[in-house]
């Protein structure tokens, strides 16, 4: 079955870096974009970043500069590099991954990995 299966979250304080990875299996159908969602306590899930396959990367603004995502299409995996960490930026963060088709757009969703990061 699909899954993705992120690993890389921790506690570090701020200024610090983690690197997330995801791992994504079971996906036979090109996976147009893979990338990284977000949520803190009390508030929405937010896209931090993402790239599609042709490695067009996005990124929410309070993280540009400071994240770097990367990808390998042949491996279907995705890494978010998270240097300068900031407490705002404490929160689960999700891998997924998105198959569009003509007829459907498929989104797919890892576990979590809890990111925290102390002032």
């Known amino acids: 079955q699909e899954q993705l299966v992120e690993s890389g979250g921790g506690w570090v304080q701020a200024g610090g870096s983690l690197r997330l990875a995801c791992a994504a299996s079971g996906i036979f159908r090109r996976i147009n974009a893979m990338g990284w969602f977000r949520q803190a306590p009390g508030k929405e899930r937010e896209l931090v970043a993402d790239?599609?396959?042709?490695?067009?990367?996005n990124y929410i603004d309070s993280v540009k500069g400071r994240f770097t995502i990367s990808r390998d299409n042949a491996k279907n995996t995705v890494a978010l590099q998270m240097n300068s960490l900031k407490p705002e930026d404490t929160a689960v963060y999700y891998c997924?991954?998105?198959?569009?088709?003509?007829?459907?757009?498929?989104?797919?969703w890892g576990k979590g990995t809890l990111v925290t990061v102390s002032s």
């Open positions: 790239i599609t396959s042709g490695g067009i990367t």
């Open positions: 997924y991954a998105r198959v569009v088709t003509i007829t459907r757009t498929m989104d797919y």
